[in-house]
């Protein structure tokens, strides 16, 4: 019998299994926490160059995501000079 079977099954295992998952997730998260840390924030004057803005809009329904890209954002410029 293969090992993730054994886990499937048994009712035991498969508690363990979860524990050990979420304790390694844990201890991982931390240390990438420890060893990356957050950047410094940016200020509006300090943004010097800026050519191109990408748009996202987030929707979390899986079919209807849209991201739009600088290049097929034409009618948005026209119609939005100062964007």
Do not use: Q, W
């Not at 293969?2 to 931390?30: P, V």
């Amino acid at each position: 019998m293969h090992l993730l079977t054994l886990i499937r099954t048994n009712d035991y295992l498969k508690i363990m299994a979860r524990f050990l998952e979420k304790r390694m997730k844990r201890y991982l998260m931390g240390g990438m926490r420890l060893i990356l840390k957050a950047p410094a924030p940016e200020t509006i004057d300090s943004l010097v160059g800026i050519e191109r803005i990408l748009i996202i809009r987030p929707n979390f329904r899986l079919g209807n995501a849209l991201i739009s890209t600088p290049s097929s954002m034409l009618c948005v410029t026209v119609s939005l000079p100062l964007a």
